[in-house]
């Protein structure tokens, strides 16, 4: 074998390997920082429903497209649920994910709701584009730390759990 072995790098690998455990949170903190491809999606989805639902369309029309985009929506919830890898039973969501979805909820609801009426108050042309951009950038901007903040207290949950049950 020709291959130079770094020591400290093989005893850290073997560490990881032995202790399945953290490998657990190293891939829902990777999770959580580098999947932006869903948040983009959700973003697109979003912009496109603004900006559509801005056009003056008939009520059946409208009604029609919030259901497509609640089934799109729902449908890459399921198909990104799906694809991690990884199924937590009490550690994959504590109360910051969910304060860190409703959150979001309000959060982006505002941005709608603001914009639309700054849109009306300036009588800015193309109003359910200016809208649409302004809410889906303020989704972007919430959700990145947001995510990073919901999983980032995991690993010390999960050491304090692993504590009170050696002292007991």
Same mark, same amino acid.
């Given at each position: 074998?020709?291959?130079?072995?770094?020591?400290?790098?093989?005893?850290?690998?073997?560490?990881?390997?032995?202790?399945?455990?953290?490998?657990?949170?190293? !891939?829902?903190?990777?999770?959580?920082?580098?999947?932006?491809?869903?948040?983009?999606?959700?973003?697109?989805?979003?912009?496109?429903? $603004?900006?559509v639902?801005?056009?003056?369309?008939?009520?059946?029309?409208?009604?029609?497209?919030?259901?497509?985009?609640?089934?799109? +929506?729902?449908? +890459?919830?399921?198909?990104?649920?799906?694809?991690?890898?990884?199924?937590l039973?009490?550690?994959?969501?504590?109360?910051?994910?969910?304060?860190t979805?409703?959150?979001?909820?309000?959060?982006? $609801?505002?941005?709608?709701?603001l914009?639309? $009426?700054?849109? !009306?108050?300036?009588?800015?042309?193309?109003?359910? +584009?200016?809208?649409?951009?302004?809410?889906?950038?303020?989704?972007?901007?919430?959700?990145?730390?947001?995510?990073?903040?919901?999983?980032?207290?995991?690993?010390?949950?999960?050491?304090?759990?692993?504590? !009170?049950?050696?002292?007991?």
């Amino acid at each position: 074998m020709t291959t130079t072995v770094d020591a400290e790098q093989a005893w850290q690998d073997l560490q990881r390997i032995r202790v399945p455990q953290e490998r657990v949170y190293d !891939e829902i903190e990777r999770t959580a920082q580098d999947d932006t491809r869903a948040s983009y999606t959700t973003a697109a989805i979003m912009w496109v429903f $603004l900006a559509v639902s801005g056009l003056d369309l008939p009520r059946w029309a409208f009604w029609l497209t919030l259901t497509a985009y609640v089934a799109v +929506l729902g449908t +890459l919830a399921v198909v990104y649920n799906r694809r991690t890898r990884i199924r937590l039973h009490r550690s994959r969501h504590s109360w910051r994910s969910f304060a860190t979805f409703f959150a979001g909820m309000v959060v982006t $609801l505002v941005a709608i709701l603001l914009s639309g $009426l700054l849109v !009306e108050w300036l009588a800015l042309p193309f109003g359910s +584009l200016i809208q649409a951009t302004v809410s889906a950038a303020t989704f972007l901007l919430f959700i990145g730390p947001a995510n990073r903040w919901a999983v980032s207290t995991l690993r010390d949950r999960a050491g304090r759990a692993t504590h !009170e049950k050696g002292v007991r």
